[in-house]
């Protein structure tokens, strides 16, 4: 699972603290200096380290004078107060279009888990009564549109493809209309994996963008990536307004440092984490309960 590397080091951080009943200066700067390093080695972005330390450090000092019992539970409330909003502070719903259908346009590199997300999210959006059309608007990866299809026979959600002939900007401005003509409530568009490199590609999906207005745009990002997960993120977010991210593959053996340092470098909320390759693995993400998990 992820996190596991730094769940260890932190709690062995905080053990050392909580087995000296009086915690000095020095001792919460030594605590302090292997956090960091903690969170580095997690491949947590420098900056947000940075950040992150001085606001512990700055409300951990003095708590060796305050008539504390217990000074390392209060620097490790600290530390999970300030990681929970690290990654965002509260859980951040899917937008809602004020007239149906809410549109959810899906923008990742190749290989994130665009496609296995849409048949995801659809089956979430299903169990809430929701009735998605999922679009099949990634007409580059050969089978794209085969696993699309068998995602939603397997969740009994209709799936809309105009083969691979067709671009997909028409095939996601049809895919709406028919959800608006037959009473969808939720579009879902995969699209091709691109680079942000690859300006073809990534004018392709503005111009989707441009044709559909969705009310959601979500970056799909592989966890297992790390640092380049943010830099991929941040380049997204630059060129195409996303509104939230779903990391994807946390059950790897992901040092942890994407979901970290995403949303403090993009601004952008974390709003599902995926967790395997079944269709039921999909969470919305909880800041304040990952930061639990992280320190174990
Ligand atoms: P796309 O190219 O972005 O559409 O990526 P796919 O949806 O085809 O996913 C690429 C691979 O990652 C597939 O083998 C998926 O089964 C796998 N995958 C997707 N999400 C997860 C996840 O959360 N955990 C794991 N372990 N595998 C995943």
């Known amino acids: 699972m992820a996190f596991e590397g730094l769940t260890t080091r932190l709690q062995n951080v905080f053990g050392k603290l909580k087995g000296r009943g009086k915690v000095s200066e020095d001792d919460v700067n030594e605590a302090m200096r292997e956090v960091r390093l903690a969170l580095l080695e ?7 380290v940075k950040d992150f330390i001085a606001k512990v450090k700055e409300q951990a000092t003095g708590i060796e004078v305050q008539k504390s019992f217990t000074p390392a539970m209060v620097i490790i409330d600290i530390v999970n107060k300030e990681l929970t909003e690290l990654m965002g502070g ?23 888990g665009k496609t296995t997300l849409t048949g995801k999210l659809a089956k979430l959006l299903q169990s809430q009564n929701h009735k998605p059309l999922l679009v099949a608007g990634d007409i580059y990866r050969p ?8 995602l939603g026979e397997q969740i009994g959600a209709q799936v809309f493809t105009l083969g691979d002939k067709i671009s997909p900007v028409e095939i996601a401005k049809q895919g709406v209309q028919l959800a608006k003509d037959q009473g969808n409530d939720y579009v879902l568009i995969d699209t091709a994996g691109r680079l942000q490199i690859d300006e073809e590609l990534m004018q392709e999906i503005k111009d989707i963008h441009a044709a559909v207005k ?15 997960a943010v830099n991929v993120a941040k380049s997204f977010h630059e060129q195409l307004a996303l509104t939230g991210v779903v990391l994807t593959k946390l059950d790897g053996d992901t040092r942890g440092g994407a979901a970290l340092s995403v949303k403090a470098v993009t601004g952008c909320p974390i709003k599902f984490a995926s967790t395997g390759e079944k269709i039921d693995q999909l969470e919305p993400f909880h800041p304040d309960r990952m930061a639990s998990r992280i320190l174990g």
Request: no cysteine.
């Open 42 to 48: 997690a491949d947590v972005n420098f900056k947000v």
């Open 90 to 112: 509260t859980q951040e719903k899917l937008a809602k279009a004020n007239k149906p259908p809410t549109v959810i346009l899906m923008a990742g590199l190749q290989g994130a």
């Open 143 to 150: 089978a794209a549109i085969k696993q699309l299809q068998v």
């Open 214 to 228: 969705p009310d959601e745009v979500l970056l799909v990002v592989d966890a297992m990536t790390g640092q380049e």
